[in-house]
């Protein structure tokens, strides 16, 4: 629920409630969020989102302090805050930034949870900040955020940016406030060339402006990509990593974890990491159908590949993160026509299945909200691959060969692999359809293991 300042005054919260306050507020993850912390640590609590504008602020605190049990604060609250506030804590203080509030006895104590969530990412990634050599792109809020948590586990830290002025003021401040930082700044053309560990905290590549990156290139040298933006979950400068040697990570964990630390703070609340992990993958495929929507315009997802490439086992399991409808094309079709389908090709041939499986894809393209799996054959018709396009996002599961020939050789009711030599067949067929897969699709996954194909799909729309 998201109110307005007047919407605000009038509300009477029913159970403990907490908000987020910002201007403008947009849309925002955070309701949703801390709705699946809620009911995963068993708390009956509402979260609610409030437009707070700049000169409303006093009032809106005033007001949530009466009302609420803690609050979230974002741009550009989150140094405003600080002069209405009894207590702060010392992270907070020093960054001079607070994004937790919690209300206790009448006081209102600040937080920064943003620097424990970025802490947190880099822990889940194995990465040890000491003596490593750290560029860090932006010098904004979440900038100075990285930056303190950097300096402060002893990482030699180079700013750049647009604005060399604000770079140096950061310079000054983690210098103040953290005596012996190592900080540099200079210029992007003249990034050093030994840098290990790149963190972009700045807003380029965000959607929509999705192909702009903050930088052209990465330093050779660089092992782990952090960036603070998680829509697009894969960002152009994550992108300029090489795959085999330069881990990446998105923004959305920092989120995830930020939420769950405040959470902690105002109840006490404790989150288990494999609870956080559910979280996230949830809320991966959340934003996954929030892009399918405002980035495609589709209305569903949809999976093509070989047989036994783990259309129907993914789809299930992509249907439970995103809350859409599950449909697997040729058990659709088995139910319509009362028959399986090496019955149906050995009663009617193939012809008429494919005229069958067409007029069924047909009709279910143009439901709503549904994730489909198509059947190994459905995209040897130009027709069919137009009407799941019309309204869905097509993705190949390019699943390796080694591991098709494994999961076909448990499966007895292939009618197409009905060959004295099955195995031989495969690979004819496999090869000869692999490039009408990718031209067909719009993008290809490849992974030999269910959960990394999962990850993979959802994060490719």
């Not at 999705?210 to 400068?237: C, G, M, Q, R």
């Not at 993160?321 to 449909?327: A, K, N, Q």
């Not at 319509?336 to 299945?353: H, L, Q, W």
């Not at 009618?415 to 692999?434: G, N, V």
């Amino acid at each position: 629920m998201l109110l307005t300042m007047e919407e605000f005054r009038a509300f009477e919260p029913k159970k403990p409630t907490y908000a987020l306050i910002g201007w403008p507020l947009g849309h925002t993850m955070s309701p949703e969020l801390h709705a699946q912390l809620f009911a995963c640590s068993g708390q009956d609590a509402d979260y609610i989102g409030i437009a707070v504008s700049p000169e409303a602020l006093e009032e809106a605190f005033a007001l949530a302090k009466k009302k609420l049990c803690g609050i979230n604060c974002t741009i550009p609250h989150k140094k405003a805050v600080i002069p209405l506030l009894d207590e702060v804590d010392t992270a907070a203080r020093d960054l001079q930034s607070v994004n937790t509030v919690a209300f206790r006895s009448g006081k209102a104590i600040g937080y920064n949870t943003d620097i424990l969530g970025f802490a947190a990412s880099l822990e889940r990634d194995s990465i040890d900040l000491r003596r490593k050599k750290v560029l860090l792109l932006g010098y904004g809020g979440a900038a100075s955020v990285m930056a303190y948590h950097c300096v402060t586990q002893g990482a030699y830290v180079t700013i750049t940016g647009r604005d060399l002025g604000k770079a140096a003021a950061l310079q000054k401040q983690l210098c103040e406030t953290v005596p012996g930082a190592h900080v540099a700044v200079y210029s992007r053309k003249h990034i050093p060339r030994d840098i290990q560990i790149v963190l972009n905290s700045t807003p380029v590549g965000m959607y929509p402006k999705e192909s702009a990156a903050p930088l052209h290139y990465l330093p050779h040298k660089t092992e782990y990509v952090f960036d603070a933006i998680y829509n697009p979950p894969v960002t152009a400068t994550m992108k300029l990593a090489n795959p085999k040697k330069t881990k990446t990570r998105d923004g959305l964990y920092m989120l995830v974890m930020q939420a769950a630390h405040a959470e902690t703070i105002w109840s006490g609340v404790q989150f288990e990491a494999q609870a956080c992990e559910s979280i996230l993958r949830r809320t991966y495929g959340k934003m996954a159908v929030k892009r399918l929507h405002d980035k495609y315009g589709k209305q569903n997802i949809v999976l093509c590949g070989f047989m036994g490439s783990g259309k129907t086992t993914i789809g299930r399991k992509i249907a439970r993160l995103t809350g859409l409808s599950f449909v697997d094309a040729d058990q659709y079709l088995e139910m319509r026509e009362g028959k399986i389908i090496p019955e149906i090709f050995a009663e009617k041939g193939e012809a008429y299945f494919r005229d069958r499986e067409s007029a069924y894809i047909k009709e279910l393209a143009g439901r709503e909200g549904i994730v489909l799996s198509l059947g190994g054959g459905a995209v040897l018709r130009p027709e069919n691959v137009q009407a799941v396009r019309r309204t869905g996002f097509l993705i190949h599961l390019d699943t390796p060969l080694h591991r098709i020939m494994k999961n076909l050789s448990y499966s007895s009711n292939r009618p197409l692999l009905d060959k004295p030599d099955k195995q031989a067949e495969t690979r004819r067929l496999y090869h000869a359809r692999k490039a009408i897969y990718r031209h067909a699709a719009d993008v290809s996954v490849r992974s030999p293991k269910i959960s990394e194909a999962l990850e993979k799909v959802i994060k490719s729309i």
